[in-house]
T-cell receptor
Framework: KAGVTQTPRYLIKTRGQQVTLSCSPI?????VSWYQQTPGQGLQFLFE???????NKGNFPGRFSGRQFSNSRSEMNVSTLELGDSALYLC????????????FGEGSRLTVL | AQKVTQAQTEISVVEKEDVTLDCVYE???????LFWYKQPPSGELVFLIR??????QNEISGRYSWNFQKSTSSFNFTITASQVVDSAVYFC????????????FGKGTKLTVNP
């Protein structure tokens, strides 16, 4: 069974640009969530989606947005990039139900210059 | 508010030593879940264990064991006879019950096992 796939794995952008990251969950998983990992703040929750609906959102500015498609694939977008957005962005998927664990992808490492 | 504290930022041991990674959590929920994840240099978070708030039974899986104590709000992780391949960053995390995906992570403990 293929794991969570994130693309691109690495990317470099400049301030003011925007970026779109993609996540393909494990087959059959309908729940997808996103996390940002930085050396200073650690792992922080961005948002979660289930059946194309955003169920929860972390404490991030409106520049961070996401969506989920009918095939459960998800994208997140960051507009007007700032230096502080440089981070590893991790996507995770889960089988529906309260007791399942999250399976994470290897992440997309974004560098903002 | 929920919070997870991993007081140990970095630990260095010699192969075959036992090592315990500490995790203390705060929550007002009665139903919650605790997790440990391992993050190797590749970046992927690898699931190790999940415990729900109603199950305080300790668990052993090979060289790994976990001690969950609600009385002290702790969920500690012990690696017995550590190996170089155990070198990674380990995260403890907390999630409330009710289906939310939101995990609250500790800052992580970087474990280095030297040969």
């Amino acid at each position: 069974k293929a794991g969570v796939t994130q693309t691109p794995r690495y990317l470099i952008k400049t301030r003011g640009q925007q970026v779109t990251l993609s996540c393909s969950p494990i087959s059959g998983h309908r729940s997808v969530s996103w996390y940002q990992q930085t050396p200073g703040q650690g792992l922080q929750f961005l948002f979660e989606y289930f059946s194309e609906t955003q169920r929860n959102k972390g404490n991030f500015p409106g520049r961070f947005s996401g969506r989920q498609f009918s095939n459960s694939r998800s994208e997140m977008n960051v507009s007007t990039l700032e230096l502080g957005d440089s981070a590893l962005y991790l996507c995770a998927s889960r089988w529906q139900g309260d007791t399942g664990e999250l399976f994470f992808g290897e992440g997309s490492r974004l560098t903002v210059l | 508010a929920q919070k997870v504290t991993q007081a140990q930022t970095e630990i260095s041991v010699v192969e075959k030593e036992d090592v315990t990674l500490d995790c203390v959590y705060e929550t007002r929920d009665t139903t919650y879940y605790l997790f440990w994840y391992k993050q190797p240099p590749s970046g992927e978070l690898v699931f190790l264990i999940r415990r729900n708030s109603f199950d305080e039974q300790n668990e052993i899986s090979g060289r790994y064991s976990w001690n969950f104590q609600k009385s002290t709000s702790s969920f500690n992780f012990t690696i017995t006879a550590s190996q170089v391949v155990d070198s990674a960053v380990y995260f403890c995390a907390l999630r409330r019950g009710g289906g939310s995906e939101k995990l609250v992570f500790g800052k992580g403990t970087k474990l280095t096992v030297n040969p």
